[in-house]
């Protein structure tokens, strides 16, 4: 019988670059000022705005543009840099960093 291996239980870890790319988007701003004023009935108002859609049914590829690439770009900095080509997310996890990864 080979030896039995024991895992580790995964711990908590919070994902800076998606965090991040999703924070810089215009909407989430806007969403955040909303909440945090109290009116909910606003932030709902401003939801649609993340795919390019104002509240008047019309679209906007510029809204659209300024909701999603940020958000694209923290997803792919989450893939490349903290993956496969250049693993940063093991090398903090070795150096012992608690919960921050990319």
């Given at each position: 019988?080979?030896?039995?291996?024991?895992?580790?239980?995964?711990?908590?870890?919070?994902?800076?670059a998606p965090i991040a790319?999703?924070?810089?988007?215009?909407?989430?701003?806007?969403?955040?000022?909303?909440?945090?004023?109290?009116?909910?009935?606003?932030?709902?108002?401003?939801?649609?705005?993340?795919?390019?859609?104002?509240?008047?049914?019309?679209?906007?590829?510029?809204?659209?543009?300024?909701?999603?690439?940020?958000?694209?770009?923290?997803?792919?900095?989450?893939?490349?840099?903290?993956?496969?080509?250049?693993?940063?997310?093991?090398?903090?996890?070795?150096?012992?960093?608690?919960?921050?990864?990319?």
């Open positions: 019988m080979g030896k039995k291996r024991r895992r580790k239980k995964r711990a908590f870890t919070l994902p800076i790319g999703f924070m810089g988007a215009p909407a989430t701003r806007e969403i955040i000022k909303a909440i945090m004023a109290g009116n909910l009935e606003t932030a709902l108002y401003y939801l649609p705005n993340y795919v390019g859609v104002w509240n008047d049914g019309t679209f906007h590829a510029e809204t659209l543009a300024a909701n999603v690439v940020p958000m694209a770009i923290g997803a792919l900095v989450h893939k490349y840099v903290g993956g496969a080509p250049l693993n940063l997310n093991r090398t903090l996890a070795q150096a012992g960093v608690p919960v921050i990864r990319l």
